[in-house]
T-cell receptor, first 114, second 113 residues
Framework: SQQGEEDPQALSIQEGENATMNCSYKTSINNLQWYRQNSGRGLVHLILIRSNEREKHSGRLRVTLDTSKKSSSLLITASRAADTASYFCATGQNYGGSQGNLIFGKGTKLSVKP | DGGITQSPKYLFRKEGQNVTLSCEQNLNHDAMYWYRQDPGQGLRLIYYSQIVNDFQKGDIAEGYSVSREKKESFPLTVTSAQKNPTAFYLC????????????FGAGTRLSVL
């Protein structure tokens, strides 16, 4: 079952602009992660935020988590053409035999034009 | 050079044929996963294994089978019972219960002839 829903499904911006992607989820989580996928390739982990954290930074990436609203956002500042990719949120499960498994959303396709 | 290796990169299946996708990791990770990705979609979990000689069904296990005889290897067989096998298949691993981050292979694209 897919519980993460990203918004928007597609985003097109100019180089140098900021890109914001949102993710909503349904159940209790242990952590929330963002992954990047270049076309036809595997996923690469970008950043992880735990359920007791509200904001985290890594380079040009900023992630926020609001557990009361069951939502997260990923901000990429000063975007570059090389940021063009699909971005997925994944929620880490914290119950029963599924503990440690990830549930992925459908992704946001980001296009950064030079 | 540590990582996860999936092979082949492209695979074609004939009607009624079983095909096996390979996944090998040298990260010494306990847990391994198989996902299916359809165009414009997220990843759906097929099977996972948290330890050698043990594996569990994910959300879409029907028509697939796996084995975990070695820590490094987690092959996926797409059987003839899987009527719509055309998809991009991704293998991932993580460092057992204490690990959070999954590391992915480059994927295998399976098509039906």
């Amino acid at each position: 079952s897919q519980q993460g829903e990203e918004d928007p499904q597609a985003l097109s911006i100019q180089e140098g602009e900021n890109a914001t992607m949102n993710c909503s989820y349904k159940t209790s989580i242990n952590n929330l992660q963002w992954y990047r996928q270049n076309s036809g390739r595997g996923l690469v982990h970008l950043i992880l935020i735990r359920s007791n954290e509200r904001e985290k930074h890594s380079g040009r990436l900023r992630v926020t988590l609001d557990t009361s609203k069951k939502s997260s956002s990923l901000l990429i500042t000063a975007s570059r053409a090389a940021d063009t990719a699909s971005y997925f949120c994944a929620t880490g499960q914290n119950y029963g035999g599924s503990q440690g498994n990830l549930i992925f959303g459908k992704g946001t396709k980001l296009s950064v034009k030079p | 050079d540590g990582g996860i290796t999936q092979s082949p990169k492209y695979l074609f299946r004939k009607e009624g044929q079983n095909v096996t996708l390979s996944c090998e990791q040298n990260l010494n990770h306990d847990a391994m996963y198989w996902y299916r990705q359809d165009p414009g979609q997220g990843l759906r979990l097929i099977y996972y294994s948290q330890i050698v000689n043990d594996f569990q069904k994910g959300d879409i296990a029907e028509g697939y089978s796996v084995s975990r005889e070695k820590k490094e290897s987690f092959p996926l067989t797409v059987t003839s019972a899987q009527k719509n096998p055309t998809a991009f298949y991704l293998c991932a691993s993580k460092a057992g219960q204490k690990g959070d981050i999954q590391y992915f292979g480059a994927g295998t694209r399976l098509s039906v002839l």
